[in-house]
């Protein structure tokens, strides 16, 4: 079952706009993760912020975890058309092997 | 390393047909998962197995499903007999979790599987 909910479920911007995508999960967890998925293609690993971690940056993507609320964002600033997307979110929950559960996506588009 | 590959990367079969999936991991993984991705239902999770062992095969629908994972190095996931709805576009997946590392997937590029 589709632990994390994604919001919005699509996304329209134009290029060098910031793009924010929200997730909100249900169980405690090791670690979140954020996955994009071009047309097409296979999920490809993004970022990942542990438990323990409040914000995490890698270039131009910025995530928060709050785990008091169950919900992660992932903000992209400075959009480009090469970041039309879909992303999702992946949960790791305690206890549960190795299994990540992802949410539905949130489809991101980018206009030049 | 090539990253996980799999094939066939389109198929194209007759209701009532066996189709055969295959995936090949990246090496060093432990882990390795199926998933089934539609318009419909999303990204839905299969199967999964540790150290070539079924942990986990909840997800898959029917007994129509099968995977096995002979070694390390390869896996396979039957549809026997194969209907329309089962199509879809077919994950494999791996992950080095257990050996001291993050649980992250690596995906291939997938299999569209058309059954007409």
């Known amino acids: 079952s589709q632990q994390g909910e994604e919001d919005p479920q699509a996304l329209s911007i134009q290029e060098g706009e910031n793009a924010t995508m929200n997730c909100s999960y249900k169980t405690s967890i090791n670690n979140l993760q954020w996955y994009r998925q071009n047309s097409g293609r296979g999920l490809v690993h993004l970022i990942l912020?542990?438990?323990?971690?409040r914000e995490k940056h890698s270039g131009r993507l910025r995530v928060t975890l709050d785990t008091s609320k169950k919900s992660s964002s992932l903000l992209i600033t400075a959009s480009r058309a090469a970041d039309t997307a879909s992303y999702f979110c992946a949960t790791d929950p305690q206890n549960a092997g190795n299994m990540l559960t992802f949410g539905g996506g949130t489809r991101l588009m980018v206009k030049p | 390393d090539a990253g996980v590959i799999q094939s066939p990367r389109h198929e194209v079969t007759e209701m009532g047909q066996e189709v055969t999936l295959r995936c090949k991991p990246i090496?060093?993984?432990?882990?390795l998962f199926w998933y089934r991705q539609t318009m419909m239902r999303g990204l839905e999770l299969l199967i999964y197995f540790n150290n070539n062992v079924p942990i986990d095969d909840s997800g898959m629908p029917e007994d129509r499903f099968s995977a096995k994972m002979p070694n390390a190095s390869f896996s396979t996931l039957k549809i026997q007999p194969s209907e329309p709805r089962d199509s879809a576009v077919y994950f494999c997946a791996s992950s080095p979790r257990g050996q001291g590392k993050e649980n992250i997937q690596y995906f291939g590029a997938g299999t569209r599987l058309s059954v007409l």
């Open positions: 912020i542990r438990s323990n971690e």
């Open positions: 090496s060093g993984h432990n882990s």
